[in-house]
């Protein structure tokens, strides 16, 4: 691949006998993994850049890649990948313009899911374009991020976004574009996916602890539960993969939960049961049925939703 110029805009055409020269800075999980996978289709990492021996040794033992000073690796790199933690991309992108470390047309990238690309913008003069890159995916380690980066969803937005389509797909992954604006729900969802699924996890196994069954073994009895219900969300999706007694207009069940349940989890329960309601009333909705109304008022009551409407009222 090679990147052209026209009018602002990149964009990419393949060839054969040409490659992106490329340089990391930061060499932690992402950028080392990154670099490796676009070694290998064919694209060249032309240095790194960290301050941490320990990472770069680390980097050195999947990529025999010099380690060079930023006055050498910035102006010979076409793209210009920022690894670094989420709150160095900014003092990054300032030290690297206040020194005129760049080239006119240069691509600096970050892999931040928080954070839009705008950030590596410290001055709007500055003749770079910037775009951002999130792989959908928690990495614990260069070997694990290397395995799971083909099939991995990256969000992407910034400038020359065609640009970073084709780079995901160098990298096996699957582009998706988001709006810059609203970057920060989109991370606000990724967070909810995967961190709040631990913490979800941990509410059940307290409730198991309440019923006599201690920690390890509520997450072993549990985990294939969950497992049962991913297996459910990809084969089915939302709202057809909720089960269990709210898609079922079960409020006796519900209130027997809430009768034994501890005050301090009830209000959490309460909170993700008028969600489960709302996908319940989808589900029955796309099935051409509905919640006969005292079922659904009693449930909405039941879950702390003050002021019961009819549906027509709606």
């Not at 374009?129 to 991995?152: D, K, R």
């Not at 970057?183 to 509410?203: E, M, Q, W």
């Not at 489960?276 to 909705?285: D, S």
Request: charged content about 20%; proline content about 4%; hydrophobic content about 40%.
């Amino acid at each position: 691949m090679h990147l052209h110029a026209r009018e602002g805009v990149f964009y990419w055409s393949t060839i054969k006998e040409d490659k992106m020269k490329f340089g990391i800075i930061g060499a932690g999980i992402v950028g080392t993994a990154l670099a490796v996978r676009l070694e290998e289709a064919g694209h060249e990492c032309i240095g790194v850049h960290t301050r941490s021996r320990l990472s770069y040794e680390r980097f050195q033992s999947y990529l025999k890649i010099q380690h060079l000073p930023l006055t050498e690796l910035v102006p010979a790199a076409d793209i210009l990948f920022i690894t670094t933690q989420d709150g160095m991309i900014r003092t990054v992108a300032e030290s690297l313009s206040t020194k005129a470390l760049l080239k006119p047309g240069q691509v600096w990238i970050h892999c931040s899911g928080s954070l839009p690309s705008d950030i590596l913008r410290v001055k709007d003069s500055l003749p770079i374009h910037c775009l951002s890159l999130h792989p959908l995916q928690a990495f614990a380690s260069v070997e694990e991020a290397l395995i799971l980066l083909a099939g991995t969803h990256f969000g992407i937005e910034g400038d020359g976004e065609e640009l970073g389509d084709e780079i995901v797909k160098d990298l096996g992954g699957i582009p998706h574009h988001i709006l810059a604006a609203k970057k920060t729900l989109y991370h606000a969802g990724a967070v909810v996916a995967s961190n709040y699924l631990v913490v979800l996890a941990s509410l059940a196994v307290e409730l198991f602890a309440e019923a006599g069954i201690q920690a390890e073994e509520a997450l072993s009895s549990l985990l294939p539960l969950m497992r049962g219900t991913l297996y459910n969300l990809e084969q089915a999706g939302i709202p057809q993969a909720l089960t269990g007694p709210i898609a079922r207009g079960d409020a006796q069940v519900v209130q027997g939960h809430l009768d034994h349940m501890p005050s301090n989890l009830v209000s959490i329960y309460q909170d993700l049961g008028l969600k489960a309601l709302e996908l319940g009333e989808n589900k029955k909705a796309q099935q051409g049925f509905s919640y006969p109304q005292e079922t659904l008022n009693l449930l909405k009551s039941l879950l702390g939703k003050s002021g019961v409407v009819d549906r027509d009222e709606r």
